[in-house]
């Protein structure tokens, strides 16, 4: 009788140590990246990219970037130099912005950009996220911005 109780043990042992070690279901993996993806409203979208020109700020301070805002269809975020806002108008997939103006003032740095990146929203036309970047395409699907997920401030 005790071997019997031995090997119920070991088996109930192994039976618990598979269960802690299994590996998620697929279905598991993709419900958890989901759930740490960033929503496309409501997140600060830091620039990283115009076209395929990497982008650096040099002032964190007034780093290019966008957040739509969720309760309202109004972008508003930096050029780079400027505060900036306007509207969008969200339909699945696409994407598209509208009446983008911005502050007016004369910075030492980060005017470049600016010039190049509010524009650059008018050709806007679909968005797609990966992982923690944020891709805006024109009509034809090429790259017009590439922004990387901040956390809140």
């Not at 496309?40 to 700020?57: D, E």
């Not at 301070?61 to 309760?71: F, K, N, S, V, W």
């Not at 030492?108 to 008018?122: C, V």
Request: include cysteine; hydrophobic fraction near 45%.
């Amino acid at each position: 009788m005790r071997p019997n109780l031995r090997c119920l043990a070991v088996a109930l042992a192994l039976a618990v140590v598979a269960g802690c070690s299994r590996r998620p279901a697929a279905s598991e993996d993709a419900a958890s990246a989901a759930s740490t993806m960033p929503e496309l409203r409501g997140t600060y979208w830091k620039l990283v990219a115009l076209g395929a020109m990497p982008i650096t700020a040099a002032d964190t301070a007034r780093e290019p970037h966008i957040i739509l805002q969720a309760d309202t269809s109004r972008v508003n975020g930096s050029g780079g130099c400027n505060r900036m806002f306007g509207g969008y108008q969200l339909n699945g997939n696409s994407l598209t912005f509208s009446a983008i103006a911005s502050t007016k003032m004369a910075c030492p740095s980060g005017m470049e950009t600016e010039t190049a990146f509010l524009p650059a929203l008018q050709r806007v036309a679909r968005w797609r996220i990966t992982g923690q970047q944020l891709e805006l395409s024109d009509s034809a699907g090429a790259l017009v911005a590439r922004f990387d997920a901040k956390p809140a401030r």
